[in-house]
């Protein structure tokens, strides 16, 4: 079992849980050094999710949830010696799988802590 859930799809901002997880501000998962992350995905529309200003995680790249070929969860460990910061994540549909309209990708905060 993961110590963090964050809740993704395409349009609406991610979820987290447990929810003592997001401390005072309810946009942002916190988690700890070498703890774990699941990503669920929630929506119809295939989405993306990558770290533009880097990853905290041990094994860094974009994940991609949704869709017939991939998962709808996945589970990442936050590295041990991640530096404890606030690491931006964005969540957005994947190319040609977006109805026209308005843009919906959104963005989510993990604060990763020493220790909580």
Request: cysteine-free.
């Amino acid at each position: 079992m993961a110590d963090l859930t964050v809740t993704v799809s395409a349009g609406a901002d991610p979820t987290y849980s447990p929810a003592g997880s997001t401390a005072t501000n309810p946009l942002r998962g916190r988690i700890r050094q070498g703890g774990t992350v699941e990503f669920v995905f929630a929506g119809t529309i295939p989405v993306t999710v990558t770290f533009p200003n880097g990853s905290p995680f041990t094994q860094t790249g974009t994940i991609q949830l949704g869709g017939p070929s991939q998962l709808g969860t996945q589970d990442k460990t936050v590295a041990a010696q991640a530096v404890p910061n606030i690491y931006q994540f964005d969540v957005a549909p994947q190319p040609d799988r977006e109805k026209p309209g308005p843009p919906s990708t959104v963005s989510g905060d993990l604060e990763v802590t020493p220790d909580y």
